[in-house]
C-alpha cells in the first residue's frame, strides 16, 4: 500500500503518510480481504477533490490490475515542449557595474512597448524579470467580519468583559470594526494554440499577481478544457512554477473552446462572484459563439468587473472581427491589450483600483 | 488551545456540563449501530429510513463510524448531502445538531458565547441585595461564569449531547479562517473555555461536511476527514429514490421522471436539476393528478420545480426535452 500511496503521489493526488495511515485503518475496518474494499479504503481516504478521482482510478487500474474503474476517462498524454530560456542574453552577467545597470534601464524602456511575440529569448528572458517585479496590490474591501478598533462600532462583548474585569464599572467603550480584505482577482489565461506566443507571458503575469495576493488570487487557463493552476503558481520561483503549470496543463497549445470551458468555471462554484475576472484571450472561438456571449452575459451578472485582456489589441489596426470576441464584447467590462510589458503595467495597475 | 483549567471552575460547572467534562475516552464507538458490521448493512439501515445510499457513500458512512472520522462530502447542489446527516441522524437515534455556514462565521457563533445581559443583571442584583466584602465579591465572580450564562452554540452543544450527529453545512461558504478552527474542534473533540475549563466530548458527534465547492477548502481539513464526491444517482436508483419518498407515484410515472432528470443533467443547463429537485417535481405532477405517464402539458406547467432558471425552462421547452424519447 505504501507502494500504490507514491503511484498516487506521482499522479498528483495528494497521498501524503498520513492519508497513508488512515487507508490503512480503513482497510482494516473494511476487511481488507477483496479488491472493492482496498479501492474504496484509499478512494476515501486518499483523495481531496473531483480533480483527483479519475487520477486515482487511474493509479488502482494500473497498480492492482484489473479494470474496476469504470467510467474514468484516460487522461491524453501531451508532451510538453517549450523553449527554455537563456540566462542572459550576451552571457556578461559577471559584475553589476553602474553602467550595465543603466544599459539594462535603457533597454527595458525600448523593451516596454515592443511586443513579447517579436522578441529574442533573452529580451524576453528581461521582460519576464521585470513582470516578476510587477506588484498589483489590491484596493481592500470591507469583509462581514469584526476586528477589535479604536474606532467604529460598539462592541458589547468585549466592552461587558472588560467591565466585569472592573466590578461592574463601565470604564471604556470598546469598539470594533469591518474587517478589509482585497478583492479577488480571477485571471482565465488561454493556452491555446494561436495564443502560444503570449500564453508563457502572461503565465508569469498570473504568477506575480499570485505571489502579490496568494489568497485572494485564482489562476485557470484555459483550451479545450479549464485546469486550474493557483496551487502551480503559489511557488516562489518563476522557473519552478513554470515548470509546475506546464506539467498540470493537458491542453497546451490545442483548440479554444472558451464557451464550455466558460461555462463549466461558471458551474463549478462561485468562484467569480465579486471577484475581477481577467479573461485573457484573442477570442478564437472553434466552438458556438452564442454559447461563449451566454456564458460571457452570466459572468457580467456575477463578477464585480470583467475585463478582457487581448494581446491582439495593442496592433495597430486591430478590429475585433471574429465571432467569439465580437460575441463577448457587449459583457465586457474592460476591453484591454495585453501584448507587451506596458499592457501588463497598466493591466497590473487596473486590477489594484477595480 | 489554552489549557486555562481552573480547577474550582470545574468542579463548580461540573453538575450543569455534567458527564461531558473530563473523561475523554470514549473508547467503544458503538452508539446504537455496534451491531453493523459491513457498509451494506449500514446501507439497509439507511434504506430503512428511506434513503438509498450506494455502495461508494454506505461505505464512506460506515467508516466514519467506525473510525471516528468527520465525512467530508462533496457534490452539486441537491445530490443529497445534506439529507445523508438527517438519516444518519434518525438510523442512530440521534439528535441532529446543525451549523449552516456563512461568510464572516466566528466562533461566538459556532461555539459559545456568554450570556452578557444576564451576567449584567445578575450584577446588579447582588448589588442590590447589598453584597460586601471581599469574600462575597469572588463568590460573585465566580458565579458570573456559570455555566447558566453561557449559551451553547452548535460546536459546543454536539461535544455536550451523546450521541448526536453534527452537520457542518456549506463549509465552502465560511471564510478560511474559520477552517481552521474548526479544524482545531474537530481533531481533538474539546473546547477550551477560558473561565470555565476544557469541555471535552465523553463521545464524539458523527461528523458530515458538506461543501459545494464555490472555493477550494484547506487540505488540513479534508485530511482529517474522509471524503467522498456524491454523484447524481443512476437511473434505476433515481427510480428507486421517488419510488421510496412518494407512495403515490406509479412506477411508470418514476421511470419517465428520472428519465428526463437524466436528460436534462446531460443538457448542458446553468443549473441541472438534483434529486431534491426531482422529488419536488413528481410531487407537484402528482399533486396536479398525473397518473402513470409525463402529460407535456403538466410537465410544461411545473417545470418551476425542477428549473429555476428561466434560460432553462426555454431551452428544456425549446428543444422538447420533456418528451418521452
Redesign the interface.
Known sequence: MVGFARTLRAAGVPADHERTQAMLEAAVHLGAADREAVYWAGRLTMCAGPDDLPRYDRCFAAYFGGDRPGPGRPAPVVTVVRHTLAPDGDGSSGDASREALAATAGRTEVLRHRDVARMTPAELAEVHRMIGLLRARREPRRSRRFAPSTRGRLDPRRTMRETLRRGGEIARLRRRSRRVRPRRVVLLVDVSGSMAPYADTLLRFAHALVRCEPRATEVFSVGTRLTRVTPALRHRDPGAAMREVSAAVPDWRGGTRLGEELKRFLDSGSTARGAIVVIASDGWERGDPSLLGRQMARLSRLAHRVVWANPHKGHEGYEPLTGGMRAALPYVGAFVAGHSLAAFEELAERLSHA | MVPAVVPEAVSAVGSAVGSAVGSGEGADRGRGVSGVS??AALAALLDAHAYLAG??LA??C??AL??G?PLFL?GEAGVGKTELAKTLAAVLGAPLIRLQCY??L?A?QALY??D?AR??LH??AA?ATGATGAAE?ARL?GE?YDRRFLIARPLLRALETRPAVLLVDEI?RA??EFEAFLLEVLSDFSISIPELGTVRAAEPPVVVVTS?????VH?AL??RC????LEHPPFEREVAILLRRLPACSEALAAQVAAAAGRLRSA?L?KPPGVAETLDWAGALLTLGARDHLDPGLAAATLGALLKYR?DQQTVLANGLLRHA
Open positions: 459491513s457498509p455502495e461508494g461505505t464512506a460506515f467508516l467506525k473510525m472520522r462533496e461568510e464572516g466566528d461566538a458565547d456568554w452578557f451576567q449584567l450584577l446588579k448589588e465579591a465572580e458570573l465552502d471564510d478560511d459545494n465547492r464555490t472555493r477550494d487540505d479534508k485530511r474522509l471524503y467522498h464526491w448542458g446553468v434560460e
